[in-house]
Protein backbone atom coordinates (compact mmCIF):
# COMPACT_ATOMS: atom_id res chain seq x y z
CA UNK A 1 0.00 0.00 0.00
CA UNK A 2 1.44 3.29 -0.75
CA UNK A 3 1.86 6.25 2.02
CA UNK A 4 0.45 9.03 0.55
CA UNK A 5 2.26 11.36 2.14
CA UNK A 6 5.94 10.04 1.12
CA UNK A 7 4.74 9.39 -2.56
CA UNK A 8 3.43 13.27 -2.63
CA UNK A 9 6.70 14.74 -0.98
CA UNK A 10 8.74 12.15 -3.70
CA UNK A 11 6.63 13.03 -6.75
CA UNK A 12 6.95 17.14 -5.39
CA UNK A 13 10.15 17.31 -5.18
CA UNK A 14 11.00 15.19 -8.30
CA UNK A 15 8.71 17.78 -10.31
CA UNK A 16 10.52 21.01 -8.33
CA UNK A 17 13.53 20.47 -9.97
CA UNK A 18 12.18 20.61 -13.72
CA UNK A 19 12.31 23.08 -16.17
CA UNK A 20 8.79 25.50 -15.59
CA UNK A 21 7.81 24.43 -11.90
CA UNK A 22 7.58 27.96 -10.64
CA UNK A 23 3.93 26.93 -11.21
CA UNK A 24 3.19 23.75 -10.38
CA UNK A 25 0.45 22.54 -7.66
CA UNK A 26 2.04 22.24 -4.22
CA UNK A 27 2.62 19.28 -1.84
CA UNK A 28 -0.51 19.86 0.11
CA UNK A 29 -2.82 19.93 -2.83
CA UNK A 30 -1.03 17.09 -4.08
CA UNK A 31 -1.10 15.15 -0.83
CA UNK A 32 -5.05 16.18 -0.71
CA UNK A 33 -5.91 15.17 -4.64
CA UNK A 34 -4.66 12.02 -4.20
CA UNK A 35 -6.22 11.31 -0.74
CA UNK A 36 -9.75 12.22 -2.15
CA UNK A 37 -9.12 10.27 -5.12
CA UNK A 38 -8.37 7.23 -2.67
CA UNK A 39 -11.26 7.56 -0.63
CA UNK A 40 -13.97 7.85 -3.09
CA UNK A 41 -12.88 5.21 -5.42
CA UNK A 42 -11.98 7.49 -8.14
CA UNK A 43 -12.42 5.94 -11.71
CA UNK A 44 -12.22 8.99 -13.80
CA UNK A 45 -9.93 12.29 -13.46
CA UNK A 46 -10.18 15.11 -15.82
CA UNK A 47 -7.71 17.77 -15.20
CA UNK A 48 -7.80 21.21 -16.68
CA UNK A 49 -4.83 22.55 -16.98
CA UNK A 50 -2.54 20.02 -17.24
CA UNK A 51 1.07 22.47 -16.92
CA UNK A 52 3.99 20.40 -16.83
CA UNK A 53 2.31 17.07 -15.93
CA UNK A 54 3.12 17.35 -11.57
CA UNK A 55 -0.83 16.32 -10.82
CA UNK A 56 -1.78 14.13 -13.80
CA UNK A 57 1.63 12.08 -13.96
CA UNK A 58 1.32 11.35 -10.04
CA UNK A 59 -2.49 10.14 -10.51
CA UNK A 60 -0.82 8.29 -13.56
CA UNK A 61 1.89 6.41 -11.32
CA UNK A 62 0.28 6.65 -8.31
CA UNK A 63 -3.06 4.32 -9.75
CA UNK A 64 -0.41 2.38 -11.47
CA UNK A 65 1.28 1.58 -7.67
CA UNK A 66 -1.62 1.15 -6.08
CA UNK A 67 -2.72 -1.44 -8.89
CA UNK A 68 -5.58 0.88 -9.46
CA UNK A 69 -7.49 2.08 -13.11
CA UNK A 70 -7.76 5.21 -12.93
CA UNK A 71 -8.54 7.02 -16.42
CA UNK A 72 -6.67 10.44 -16.65
CA UNK A 73 -7.73 13.10 -19.58
CA UNK A 74 -6.63 16.39 -19.35
CA UNK A 75 -6.35 19.69 -21.07
CA UNK A 76 -3.50 21.83 -22.12
CA UNK A 77 -2.72 24.31 -24.87
CA UNK A 78 0.72 25.88 -23.99
CA UNK A 79 3.55 25.44 -26.27
CA UNK A 80 5.98 24.88 -23.77
CA UNK A 81 3.96 22.53 -21.77
CA UNK A 82 3.37 20.22 -24.50
CA UNK A 83 6.51 19.95 -25.12
CA UNK A 84 7.38 19.00 -21.31
CA UNK A 85 4.65 16.85 -20.56
CA UNK A 86 6.30 13.59 -22.81
CA UNK A 87 9.65 14.59 -21.30
CA UNK A 88 8.64 14.88 -17.33
CA UNK A 89 5.77 11.97 -17.69
CA UNK A 90 7.94 9.84 -20.15
CA UNK A 91 6.29 6.32 -20.59
CA UNK A 92 3.21 7.56 -18.50
CA UNK A 93 2.66 9.94 -21.25
CA UNK A 94 0.86 7.01 -22.90
CA UNK A 95 -1.82 6.81 -20.51
CA UNK A 96 -2.99 10.27 -20.39
CA UNK A 97 -5.85 11.76 -23.04
CA UNK A 98 -5.23 14.75 -23.94
CA UNK A 99 -7.12 17.60 -25.82
CA UNK A 100 -6.36 21.07 -25.84
CA UNK A 101 -9.18 22.15 -24.18
CA UNK A 102 -12.88 21.24 -22.53
CA UNK A 103 -15.04 22.10 -26.29
CA UNK A 104 -12.46 19.54 -27.71
CA UNK A 105 -14.00 16.66 -24.72
CA UNK A 106 -16.96 14.56 -26.16
CA UNK A 107 -19.70 15.04 -24.17
CA UNK A 108 -20.19 11.00 -23.86
CA UNK A 109 -16.61 11.23 -21.82
CA UNK A 110 -18.26 11.94 -18.33
CA UNK A 111 -15.59 11.97 -15.03
CA UNK A 112 -15.74 11.63 -11.10
CA UNK A 113 -13.66 14.76 -10.28
CA UNK A 114 -12.39 17.63 -12.50
CA UNK A 115 -9.34 19.36 -11.43
CA UNK A 116 -8.92 22.71 -12.23
CA UNK A 117 -5.44 23.96 -12.68
CA UNK A 118 -5.15 26.21 -15.01
CA UNK A 119 -7.23 28.80 -17.20
CA UNK A 120 -10.54 27.37 -19.61
CA UNK A 121 -12.62 30.00 -21.74
CA UNK A 122 -14.94 26.70 -22.23
CA UNK A 123 -15.20 26.33 -18.16
CA UNK A 124 -19.28 26.17 -17.89
CA UNK A 125 -18.85 22.86 -19.86
CA UNK A 126 -17.89 21.04 -16.64
CA UNK A 127 -21.52 20.37 -15.84
CA UNK A 128 -21.88 18.11 -18.88
CA UNK A 129 -18.60 16.61 -18.20
CA UNK A 130 -19.28 15.46 -14.13
CA UNK A 131 -20.64 12.45 -13.16
CA UNK A 132 -23.67 12.71 -10.76
CA UNK A 133 -21.95 13.25 -7.18
CA UNK A 134 -19.25 14.12 -8.71
CA UNK A 135 -16.44 15.92 -7.05
CA UNK A 136 -14.74 19.46 -8.45
CA UNK A 137 -10.75 20.40 -6.98
CA UNK A 138 -9.42 23.74 -7.41
CA UNK A 139 -6.07 23.81 -6.84
CA UNK A 140 -4.41 27.86 -6.07
CA UNK A 141 -6.62 30.91 -5.65
CA UNK A 142 -8.95 30.70 -8.79
CA UNK A 143 -11.69 32.77 -7.14
CA UNK A 144 -13.22 33.71 -10.54
CA UNK A 145 -13.51 30.18 -11.51
CA UNK A 146 -14.56 29.10 -8.05
CA UNK A 147 -17.67 31.43 -8.89
CA UNK A 148 -18.34 30.15 -12.35
CA UNK A 149 -18.48 26.92 -10.70
CA UNK A 150 -20.41 27.41 -7.64
CA UNK A 151 -23.00 29.34 -9.76
CA UNK A 152 -23.48 26.29 -12.40
CA UNK A 153 -24.44 24.09 -9.06
CA UNK A 154 -26.11 25.63 -7.07
CA UNK A 155 -26.98 23.14 -4.44
CA UNK A 156 -23.23 22.62 -4.23
CA UNK A 157 -21.25 22.49 -1.27
CA UNK A 158 -18.05 24.42 -0.99
CA UNK A 159 -14.96 23.82 1.44
CA UNK A 160 -11.09 25.27 1.26
CA UNK A 161 -8.51 23.05 2.68
CA UNK A 162 -5.39 24.74 4.23
CA UNK A 163 -2.14 23.85 5.68
CA UNK A 164 -0.40 24.64 8.70
CA UNK A 165 2.96 23.66 6.98
CA UNK A 166 5.34 25.80 4.94
CA UNK A 167 6.92 25.30 1.73
CA UNK A 168 9.97 23.25 2.30
CA UNK A 169 13.95 24.53 1.60
CA UNK A 170 13.18 22.31 -1.42
CA UNK A 171 9.98 23.64 -2.84
CA UNK A 172 10.31 26.60 -5.95
CA UNK A 173 8.15 28.39 -3.47
CA UNK A 174 8.79 30.58 -0.86
CA UNK A 175 9.87 28.94 2.33
CA UNK A 176 8.16 31.62 4.75
CA UNK A 177 4.52 31.02 3.13
CA UNK A 178 2.08 28.45 4.20
CA UNK A 179 1.89 25.64 1.49
CA UNK A 180 -0.70 26.33 -1.14
CA UNK A 181 -4.38 25.30 -0.14
CA UNK A 182 -6.82 23.16 -2.40
CA UNK A 183 -10.88 23.61 -2.55
CA UNK A 184 -13.37 21.09 -2.52
CA UNK A 185 -16.73 21.75 -4.44
CA UNK A 186 -19.30 18.50 -4.05
CA UNK A 187 -21.42 19.60 -6.81
CA UNK A 188 -24.40 16.99 -6.13
CA UNK A 189 -23.08 15.95 -2.52
CA UNK A 190 -23.88 12.36 -1.15
CA UNK A 191 -24.56 11.35 2.76
CA UNK A 192 -20.69 10.79 2.59
CA UNK A 193 -19.78 13.70 1.05
CA UNK A 194 -21.96 16.38 3.32
CA UNK A 195 -20.26 14.20 6.55
CA UNK A 196 -16.63 14.68 4.79
CA UNK A 197 -17.86 18.59 4.15
CA UNK A 198 -19.06 19.13 7.44
CA UNK A 199 -15.61 17.99 8.71
CA UNK A 200 -13.37 19.56 6.96
CA UNK A 201 -14.77 23.08 7.53
CA UNK A 202 -14.63 22.55 11.22
CA UNK A 203 -10.80 21.61 10.64
CA UNK A 204 -10.33 24.50 8.28
CA UNK A 205 -11.78 26.79 10.92
CA UNK A 206 -9.12 25.61 13.59
CA UNK A 207 -6.35 26.18 11.09
CA UNK A 208 -7.19 29.69 10.45
CA UNK A 209 -7.39 30.10 14.30
CA UNK A 210 -3.72 28.18 14.53
CA UNK A 211 -1.99 30.37 12.09
CA UNK A 212 -2.84 33.46 13.81
CA UNK A 213 -1.19 32.50 17.32
Not at 105 to 110: H, M, R
Not at 148 to 174: A, C, E, M, P, R
Amino acid sequence: MVNINNFSNSQYRKFCTLEGSEYIASEFALRNILRVIKKNRIEKVLEIGVGIGTISGSIIKFSQDENLNISVTGTEANEFCLKQIPINLKDLILQLKLYPDLSKIPDSELFDIIIVDGSEKNLNKVQCLIKPNGIILIEGDRSDQVKIIKKIFKSSKFVHLISLTKNGDYSVKNSDNYQGGLKIIYTDPSNAHLIYWFSSKIKTKIKYILRKL
